[in-house]
């Protein structure tokens, strides 16, 4: 979910590059919003999942590795990133 977080904000961040004003008043704000969240990471504050989300994580964690399982030759280092992604999920919503 923080990866997550950091691509939305960075996304956002290009799409509004153009604006008049993105130099001046826009971009200091996706700095400060980063900033924000990377001194509430390192505190370890999380953000806990809602039980939907939680579920959606187990469903997608179990279909990933049931793919790695069926193409073990295949498996890439994105495909495990995105399945610890999923674990770190439920680890959020458990407290742990």
């Not at 990866?3 to 130099?23: G, M, T």
């Not at 996706?30 to 959606?56: Q, W």
Request: proline share 4%.
């Amino acid at each position: 979910m923080e990866k997550q977080f950091k691509d939305f904000i960075a996304e956002v961040s290009h799409r509004l590059a153009d604006e008049p004003d993105y130099e001046k008043h826009l971009r200091p704000k996706f700095v400060e919003l980063m900033t924000i969240h990377d001194e509430f990471e390192l505190r370890g504050y999380t953000v806990k999942p809602k039980m939907s989300e939680a579920r959606e994580a187990m469903q997608e964690a179990s279909s990933s590795i049931a793919c790695c399982l069926d193409e073990p030759d295949d498996v890439t280092q994105s495909d495990l990133e995105h399945i610890q992604d999923q674990i770190t999920i439920l680890e959020n919503y458990m407290g742990v």
